[in-house]
C-alpha cells in the first residue's frame, strides 16, 4: 500500500503535466492555430533510417510522428493546426527517451522555419512563465533571449571541422553528440539551425546554399526538444529523399515502410509552409531540472 508521501507524489507529478499542457495549448490557441486530430495507427511511415516506428502485425504500425496525416491536412486547406498527442519509437528506453511519449506537433502555413523559431521560443517562454506561477520555478530566466547558432559554425568552433554538402554523417553524429551539444549553455534556450542537407530528410533545402536545409533544433537544459523546419513541398524530390531512406533501412537489416502516396500526391499544394515538433515530456523535464523522464510522466514505463 502506498503512503501519503508517494500519493501527493503522483498528484505533483499530474498537476505539473495538467498545467503544462494547458500552457501550450493557451499559447497555441492564442496563435490562431486549430487543435486537430490524427490516426496513430498507420500504413504507412515517413522512412528515416533513425526512426524505427512499432509494427502492430496485420494493422500497420504506431504512429512515430503525425507529420505526414497534418501536412495533407495543411494541403487540404485546414490553415494552422497543432496536435498534442502520443508517439511511438521501437528500441527507445534511456535517463531522457521513452518508447511512448507527448509529442506538440504545429504547422505555420505561409512561414519558413525563421518564423517557426521565434514562435517556438515564445511557446517555451510561455509555458515557463506560468509553470513559475503555479509553484515550479523555472531553471531559467525566460526573459533572457535565446542564443541562436548556424551549425556550420558552431562545428567550426566546438568541433574542429565545418560541415558542408559532403558531410561524412556517422562523424557529424558523433561530433554532435561528443563535442557540440556538451558545449551547449545549460541556463538558456538555444537554437541550432542549417543542417547539412544529408540531416534534414523532409526540409527545404537553403535558397542561396544548398549545401544546407532550413532546419532547426531547440536545445534547453542540455536536452534536445524541438526540431523543425521549412517544409519540402516538392513531390519528385521528397520521393527520392524517401527512396534513399527506404535503401538505408534496407542496408540495416529491416523491411522499409510502404510509400505513403496520398501524402506525396497531396505535398504539391501545401506550398510555403513551416512545421515544428516538440517532445513535451522533454520540455517539463528542462522546465523542472528533474533527472529521469520518468518523474514527469503519468506512469513510468517500468510501472506500465
Not at 530566466?141 to 541562436?148: A, L, Q, S
Not at 545549460?186 to 533545402?205: E, H, I, K, N, T
Request: charged share 25%; with cysteine.
Amino acid at each position: 500500500m502506498r503512503d501519503q508521501g508517494s500519493f501527493r507524489q503522483t498528484r505533483s507529478r499530474l498537476e505539473l503535466r495538467a498545467r503544462g499542457l494547458a500552457a501550450v495549448r493557451s499559447f497555441l490557441d492564442a496563435q490562431g492555430s486549430l487543435e486537430v486530430e490524427t490516426p496513430l495507427l498507420l500504413r504507412a511511415q515517413a522512412p528515416e533510417r533513425h526512426i524505427v516506428a512499432p509494427a502492430v502485425p496485420g494493422a500497420g504500425f504506431l504512429a512515430a510522428s503525425p507529420e505526414l496525416q497534418m501536412k495533407r491536412l495543411v494541403a487540404d486547406g485546414a490553415g494552422p493546426i497543432h496536435q498534442i498527442t502520443r508517439s511511438f519509437r521501437g528500441g527507445e528506453r534511456g535517463r531522457v527517451h521513452l518508447p511512448e511519449f507527448t509529442i506538440v506537433e504545429w504547422y505555420l502555413p505561409g512561414a519558413t522555419y525563421r518564423e517557426a523559431m521565434d514562435q517556438t521560443e515564445a511557446l517555451v517562454r510561455w509555458v515557463a512563465e506560468r509553470l513559475a506561477t503555479s509553484g515550479s520555478p523555472p531553471r531559467f530566466d525566460p526573459g533572457v533571449p535565446f542564443e541562436r547558432h548556424r551549425i556550420p559554425d558552431l562545428f567550426e568552433r566546438l568541433a574542429g571541422w565545418r560541415p558542408g554538402a559532403d558531410v561524412d554523417d556517422e562523424r557529424f553524429a558523433f561530433d554532435l553528440v561528443d563535442k557540440v551539444e556538451p558545449a551547449l549553455p545549460r541556463d538558456r534556450g538555444v537554437l541550432v539551425y542549417d543542417y547539412p542537407a544529408s540531416q534534414a530528410s523532409l526540409a527545404r533545402l537553403c535558397p542561396g546554399d544548398p549545401a544546407y536545409a532550413e532546419r532547426f533544433e531547440l536545445y534547453l537544459g542540455g536536452l534536445e526538444l524541438a526540431n523543425g523546419f521549412t517544409e519540402l513541398s516538392d513531390a519528385a524530390e521528397q520521393r527520392a529523399r524517401f527512396e534513399r531512406e527506404r535503401a538505408a533501412i534496407a542496408a540495416q537489416g529491416r523491411s522499409p515502410y510502404p510509400l505513403d502516396e496520398r501524402f506525396l500526391a497531396a505535398l504539391p499544394r501545401l506550398g510555403l509552409c513551416a512545421g515544428v515538433a516538440l517532445g513535451f515530456d522533454r520540455l517539463l523535464l528542462a522546465l523542472t531540472g528533474l533527472e529521469d523522464i520518468g518523474e514527469v510522466t503519468s506512469f513510468r514505463w517500468e510501472e506500465v
